[in-house]
């Protein structure tokens, strides 16, 4: 019910957003109307999907996205990369360059060079404008089967026979229903310009081969099987064909990519974000049949944590240290387990052992800003969180503690500003509005004010546009 719920809600807003930026009768989306819906699409992501928003995550996929963006020729749009938290096998752009992939079949890769696979394919999706040319095409249809497109290619996720499929279906007509998906021709130029471009960034196709392969093979039981990405990817076994010739007779590269940021960012989603039980016997089964290897114990040692066995958790990334001495992440991850069993003094050593070597990490300075807390640094852990905040103005959780460290001492007007911002950033708008017209009442640093009133305009247009949404 809660799927069909998102599908509703999601359709219905993308009726509203393609009436309002594409009237009937207007001429092929421009770049500018392009950019405007995809800053409607991402408010709808935003609202009913759960991205995934770990550094060591985030950072390495758009780190391999851009790497991929670098190698096509000069865009008109910026290229953003997100993980969604959701198990399926799938991955899509959306209008304007935002490349989503989903956790599931993060999970299912191997390699880098799979990844940079499917991320290649999908920026030439963008680049070629498939998307809004199938836009435009749509008008000849109906804004309502746009929706319903959209909506399948984002939500089709439990298969071809669940609530995603039966509103499609029942929305337009089986023959429109085709603009579900990608064409055939649209299949083969975004191949033949992403291979091109993945070779110019380092990779082989072989990765993408290869992830095809994995996403074709989990058709276990029929058509109800088949995972999104086929159903709006087609021709799965046309194309793997032609990209084993294209590898064959075309590519000239033998990629040689250093697979340890990708199997440390991998273990760690396995880790933190897999099923645990499934995680759990995972790292338990690498531990013993790899115990050289120090990311077995370091996602035995995460998984240990999640499931509340902090002691042995710690044990464990002490033995990942010793075979991959001074990581960063692995000392990180050694203070948060030190911070969340409150052995605040040893959580305070281990980051700043840390931060010397990784001084930019926002995920430790987001745990050394909170241990200073608990200690009664107050002082120190502001200047450490508003470092991070700098450093990555995204992570949102900082601000809370932000204003909390700021509340602690006094700075009221500091306090409300950031307690502002975090929810705002959360969507928590009668907060967001609480705490910023206090801050404006106390606040005098003049640019901060433009700022707040900014910010509170802000709020107060997407008050009124959810109560327009939510009226019949």
Known sequence: MEFYRKLCVIGTLLIIIS???FPKGAGCITIKEEE????????????????????????????VGQKNVAAFPPQPFTYHFYVIKEGDYNAFA??????????????AMDSEEELAGIISHEIAHVVCRHISQKIERSKKIGYATLAGV????????????????????????????????????DEAQADQIGLACLNRAGYSAKGLLLMLKKIRNRQWFGKE???????????????????????????KISADVSPYQFQRAHTWLVAEYGDESAALRKFESDVKDHPEDPLAHYGYGLILARIGNRQDAVEQLKIALEKKAFDPYILKDIGRIYFLDGRYQEALDTFSAAGSIAAYDPEGLFYLGRTQTEMGRVKEAADTLERLITINPEYSQAYYFLGEAYGKLNRLDYAHYYLGIYYKKTA?????????????????????????????????KEIAESRKRATP
């Open 19 to 21: 009436g309002i930026l």
């Open 36 to 63: 405007e819906m995809s800053r409607e699409f991402m408010k709808v992501v935003m609202e009913h999907f759960q991205l995934i928003k770990d550094p060591i995550i985030t950072n390495y996929v758009n780190e």
């Open 94 to 107: 959306s209008p304007a360059g935002h490349i989503f992939i989903f956790s599931g079949l993060l999970e």
């Open 150 to 185: 959209a909506a399948g290619m984002i939500l089709g996720s439990q298969g071809s026979g669940t609530a995603a499929n039966a509103m499609t279906i029942g929305s337009i007509a089986a023959g429109q229903s085709a603009m579900l998906a990608y064409s055939r021709d």
């Open 225 to 251: 099987q088949i995972p999104t990405y086929l159903q709006t990817h087609p021709a799965s076994e046309d194309r793997m064909a032609v990209i084993d010739t294209w590898i064959a007779t075309q590519e």
């Open 428 to 460: 928590n708008f009668k907060n967001a509005t609480f705490h910023l017209q206090k801050a404006l009442e106390t606040m005098s640093d003049a640019d901060k004010r433009l700022k707040i009133e900014q910010m509170l305009n802000e709020v107060r």
